[in-house]
C-alpha cells in the first residue's frame, strides 16, 4: 500500500444487509453506505460463536479468536469460588490494533469501543465505551480530554439502557439513542479536523440498542402493526438509520482522499421468537440440584440480585450460592454465553465430575438430549448446532469456555439462566424482540480496494491483519486472522512479523467494585444479565 495512507474503521454495532434491506423496502434512503458498497467491496462478516459483543470486539481488536485473548462474554470466572465478575479491557491477555499501532508511532483515535475501560494509553486519544461506568472520573486517554470532550459536546451519553424505558415510550428511546450517537458524530468530526492521526476508529452502539428492543417493528411484525404508535416509532427509527447514514458520510467525506475506509460490524441481527430456559432444563434433566431448602421457588429473584452482589473478585451470583454443588454435574450461568459447564473436579472449585472418560461421556449425553429438544408449545426440534468449545476455540484460555455451546435454532430462540415454571416463553418488550446473527456487515472503499466487488468467507478476526496492511504495517505471526487480499486491486504481499506479548507495563488502572457493580447494572439495562 502507499506510504502516508490513513484508515477510517466504523463499527455499527449489531448492523446487518437484513437490516439494511428491511429499511430500504420500506423506503428509507442509505445514500452514503449505498455509496460506499457501489465503489467499493461488500461481503457478510462472520462474527465470534457464539456471536456476542464482548468476544467479538475483542477478537476484532486483536485478530484472535476467543481461545487465545481470554474474553467468551461480559463476565468471567473469578478463580477463587463459583462467581463471576463483569470483565474490563485489563482482561484482554492479547495485544490490540491500538497498542501495536501505537508502539509502531502510528497516530491512533479510537472513539467508543466496548471493552476499552478503564481507557488504556495510546498515542493519540481513546474515548472508551460500552461497560465504562456511568459516573467513571476517567474514561478518556489522555485524562485531561475528557473536560474537551464536555465543551465539544455537553454531557456525554456513553450509551442508552434500552431496558429502562417503557414499551410505551419506545419512541423516546430512539429519540434518545439518536442524540448519544449525534454527540458521538460530532465528537469526531472534532477530533478527525483538529487532531493529527493515522488510524481513526469509532463505534456506534445505536444500531444493536434499537434492534434489541425494536427488531419486530423494523421487521413490521408487531402486536401494534399499522397502529399509529408504530408508524411513529418507525419514523424514529428511519430517521435514526438516516441520520447516521449522514454521519458517515460527513467522516468519510472529511477523512482525507488517501484514506481507506472499512464499515463493519460485531455481528448481524434477526428476531428473537422465545426464551429457552436452560437451568430448568438441566435441572429437570437431573443435572442440576438445588439446596434442599431452595428447591420451592424460582431462581428469578437470585439472579436479579447479581448487581449487589458484585464485589469484585470475591463476587458470587446469588444463583451460585444456591446450587448444592455436590450434587449439581452442569449448569449455565450466563444468558450471553449460550453454553453449559460442567462441574468437573480439578477444573471447577466444587467440581464432582471426574476428568477423562466420566466428562466426555457426560458430555456427550448432555449434547445428545440437546438435540432432542423440542418446543413443548409447537413441538419444533430447537438445536440447530451443539458443538464442544474445543471445536469453536483454540489457544490457552479454551479451558475457560462453556464446555458446550448450542444454537438454538440459529438465534430465533436464545438460553435464558433463570428457573421458570415454562420450558419456553414468548419474546416480548422485557427480553427484546431482536437478537444477534452470526453475519454482521463487511465495507471496504479507498484507493487500491476493488470497486462494485464483493467478498466471501471474511472474519471478524480479519480485519485486524487487514488494517495493519492497509498502514503499511507487518502483521504478527500469531494472528488468527488473515489479510482478505482479496478486497484489494492487483497482487498484493503482506509482511509478517513476530508476535509480542502484551506488554502489562502498560495496563491501565484496576476497576473498583463499586465500578463493577455500575457496569453490572448497565448490562442489566441492555438486557444481558438479568
Not at 455509496?35 to 468476544?55: C, F, R
Not at 497498542?99 to 491512533?108: E, N, T, Y
Not at 454521519?247 to 441481527?269: A, K, P, Q
Not at 487500491?448 to 466487488?453: D, F, L, R, Y
Request: with cysteine.
Amino acid at each position: 500500500m502507499n506510504k502516508g495512507s490513513k484508515l477510517l474503521i466504523i463499527g455499527l454495532d449489531g448492523a446487518s444487509f437484513n437490516t439494511f434491506d428491511l429499511l430500504k423496502k420500506k423506503g428509507v434512503s442509505l445514500p452514503y453506505i449505498d455509496g460506499l458498497i457501489a465503489n467499493g467491496v461488500k461481503g457478510d462478516l462472520t462474527s465470534t460463536i457464539p456471536p456476542v459483543t464482548a468476544p467479538a470486539w475483542v477478537s476484532f481488536m486483536t485478530g484472535k479468536n476467543p481461545g487465545k485473548h481470554g474474553i467468551f462474554d461480559f463476565i468471567k470466572i473469578t478463580g477463587a469460588d463459583m462467581g463471576r465478575r463483569v470483565i474490563s479491557y485489563n482482561d484482554i491477555e492479547e495485544r490490540t490494533l491500538w497498542s501495536i499501532l501505537s508502539d509502531a508511532g502510528k497516530k491512533v483515535i479510537v472513539i467508543n469501543f466496548p471493552i476499552t475501560y478503564p481507557p488504556p494509553k495510546v498515542e493519540g486519544f481513546l474515548v472508551s465505551g460500552m461497560m465504562t461506568p456511568l459516573q467513571a472520573n476517567r474514561f478518556t486517554y489522555p485524562a485531561s480530554f475528557q473536560e474537551e470532550i464536555k465543551r465539544i459536546v455537553g454531557d456525554y451519553v456513553i450509551d442508552v439502557m434500552w431496558q429502562d424505558y417503557k414499551e410505551s415510550e419506545a419512541a423516546t428511546l430512539v429519540e434518545d439513542i439518536l442524540n448519544s450517537t449525534k454527540q458521538k458524530g460530532r465528537l469526531a468530526g472534532h477530533l478527525m479536523a483538529n487532531s493529527e492521526w493515522d488510524f481513526f476508529a469509532i463505534v456506534f452502539e445505536g444500531p444493536d440498542r434499537i434492534q434489541h428492543a425494536l427488531w419486530e417493528v423494523i421487521e413490521g411484525n408487531s402486536r401494534n402493526n399499522g397502529t399509529k404508535v408504530e408508524e411513529r416509532t418507525f419514523e424514529k427509527i428511519a430517521s435514526y438509520y438516516q441520520e447516521l447514514d449522514s454521519i458517515i458520510g460527513n467522516l468519510v467525506n472529511g477523512s482525507g482522499e488517501r484514506t481507506s475506509v472499512i464499515i463493519m460490524s460485531d455481528h448481524g441481527f434477526g428476531p428473537l421468537n422465545k426464551k429457552f430456559y436452560i437451568n430448568k432444563w438441566l435441572r429437570d434433566q437431573g443435572y442440576l440440584t438445588l439446596k434442599a431448602r431452595n428447591k420451592v421457588g424460582s431462581l428469578y429473584y437470585r439472579f436479579n440480585n447479581i448487581v449487589k452482589k458484585l464485589q469484585g473478585s470475591q463476587s458470587v451470583y446469588p444463583f451460585m450460592d444456591q446450587v448444592d454443588w455436590h450434587k449439581t454435574r452442569a449448569y449455565s450461568a450466563s444468558n450471553s454465553e449460550q453454553g453449559i459447564y460442567i462441574n468437573v473436579k480439578g477444573c471447577e472449585p466444587f467440581g464432582i465430575v471426574e476428568p477423562g472418560i466420566e466428562y466426555e461421556m457426560l458430555r456427550k449425553e448432555i449434547m445428545s438430549k440437546l438435540t432432542m429438544i423440542k418446543d413443548p408449545d409447537t413441538g419444533e426440534l430447537l438445536a440447530s448446532r451443539v458443538l464442544r468449545r474445543e471445536e469453536v476455540y483454540y489457544g490457552h484460555r479454551t479451558k475457560d469456555a462453556p464446555d458446550i455451546i448450542c444454537f438454538l435454532k440459529e438465534g430465533e430462540y436464545l438460553m435464558d439462566i433463570r428457573l421458570r415454571d415454562k420450558l419456553v416463553e414468548e419474546a416480548k418488550w422485557q427480553t427484546g424482540t431482536g437478537t444477534h446473527r452470526m453475519n454482521g456487515v463487511f465495507i471496504a472503499n479507498g484507493k487500491g480496494i476493488k470497486k462494485g466487488s464483493g467478498i466471501d468467507g471474511a472474519r471478524i478476526i480479519d480485519i485486524a491483519p487487514t488494517a495493519l496492511f492497509l498502514l503499511d504495517q507487518p502483521i504478527p505471526e500469531d494472528m488468527d486472522g488473515r489479510v482478505l487480499i482479496n478486497i484489494f486491486e492487483g497482487s498484493v504481499q503482506p509482511v509478517f512479523c513476530e508476535g509480542r506479548a502484551k506488554d502489562s507495563s502498560n495496563t491501565p488502572s484496576s476497576v473498583s467494585d463499586i465500578e463493577e457493580a455500575d457496569i453490572a447494572s448497565q448490562l442489566k439495562g441492555l438486557g444481558y444479565l438479568d
